[in-house]
Structure formats: structure tokens, C-alpha cells
């Protein structure tokens, strides 16, 4: 089994900055991709970013440019460092991560960006 664990949630003020951090524990030989995403009240979760093993990432158009995704293959962790926040970043994170072509998801850490 794999477990996830975030951390790093918090109220923050508009254009703030947190990061989220994830830590993959249990059987696991290697991580494949690893990612974040979120899902903000009534809303659908939708996907914030990814990395592969390699370092290749990807992002939401709505994070590019103030979110950087980051890993460490000996930690088996994942990094969001979150920059410029605005009101609209509001959600419960998600990390998730691919384990032997099987997905697993974290608990989530809530993040409210407020004045």
C-alpha cells in the first residue's frame, strides 16, 4: 500500500505565497508521475500540475507562471510552491501519485486565501 500525507495548508491573504508538501510512504519501488490538484466548493477537482520521474512538468493555465511543482525521488515527495495567490486559489489540495501504473490519492490539505 501507498500513503500520502499533505501538508502546508493555511489561510493566507491575497498575494501571498504557501507550499504544499506531500510525502509518499509504504511499498513503493518507484514513483512515476506525481501531482497536484484541487477542488474548490461546488466545483469539480480539477488538475493544478504534474512532474514526471524525469522532471518534466505540466500546469494549469490559471497557475502558470505563480505555481511551481517540484519533487525528490530519495524523499518521495512532492512540492507546490504557491506565489501571487488570489482569492480564486481557494480549494482542498490533492496530491496524487502513480505507483506501478496504479494512482493514489492524499487526504488534502485546505488552502483559503482571504483578506
Known amino acids: 500500500q501507498v500513503r500520502l500525507v499533505e501538508s502546508g495548508g493555511d489561510l493566507v491573504q491575497p498575494g501571498g505565497s504557501l507550499r504544499l508538501s506531500c510525502a509518499a510512504s509504504?511499498?513503493?519501488?518507484?514513483?512515476?508521475?506525481m501531482g497536484w490538484h484541487r477542488q474548490a466548493p461546488g466545483k469539480a477537482r480539477e488538475l493544478v500540475a504534474t512532474i514526471t520521474r524525469g522532471g518534466s512538468t505540466t500546469y494549469a493555465d490559471s497557475v502558470k507562471g505563480r505555481f511551481t511543482i517540484s519533487r525528490d525521488n530519495a524523499e518521495k515527495t512532492v512540492y507546490l510552491q504557491m506565489n501571487s495567490l488570489q482569492f480564486e486559489d481557494t480549494a482542498t489540495y490533492y496530491c496524487d501519485v502513480i505507483v506501478a501504473t496504479r494512482n493514489y490519492w492524499g487526504q488534502g490539505t485546505q488552502v483559503t486565501v482571504s483578506s
Open positions: 509504504g511499498s513503493i519501488f518507484r514513483i512515476d508521475t
